[in-house]
């Protein structure tokens, strides 16, 4: 899942659990490169280090970067990192759909269809709210 910095969602890929997070990432930056042409930073965290770095630089021909967000070596327990929380408050707001919440879905097209229609109705919902003075 790919979103910006305000949690919306730019792009999904959902895969068979034996698909390894950064194998998994290349449909999504295939569909960010058309949705965001002026992107210029991704945050990820230390899953996609490695070979996806060399590729995004290769495939974007040093467009954009990816930079990893590490814990901290001395961490104990949990703690806030930068820019990684936003795509898990997306996964929680996901969380909140019954359909989401489990696994139900036998085709991963219905679940990425899914996930669509549910950040598309948060949005909606935050565009019609009204303010109070």
Not at 67 to 94: H, M, Y
Not at 106 to 115: D, G, N, Y
Request: proline share 5%; hydrophobic share 40%.
């Amino acid at each position: 899942m790919a979103v910006d910095t305000l949690g919306l969602l730019w792009s999904v890929s959902v895969t068979p659990a034996n698909v390894q997070d950064r194998d998994g990432a290349f449909p999504v930056l295939s569909e960010l490169s058309y949705a965001c042409p002026r992107l210029k930073t991704l945050f990820a965290d230390g899953t996609f280090a490695g070979f996806l770095v060399d590729y995004i630089d290769f495939a974007t021909e040093g467009a954009w970067k990816l930079e990893i967000v590490r814990k901290p070596e001395d961490q104990k327990g949990f703690s806030v990192l930068p820019k990684r929380w936003i795509v898990e408050r997306t996964f929680a707001w996901n969380g909140r759909y019954r359909r989401l919440s489990k696994d139900y879905e036998a085709r991963p097209q219905t679940s990425e269809a899914l996930i669509y229609w549910a950040q598309t109705h948060r949005l909606l919902r935050y565009l019609t709210k009204t303010k109070t003075s």
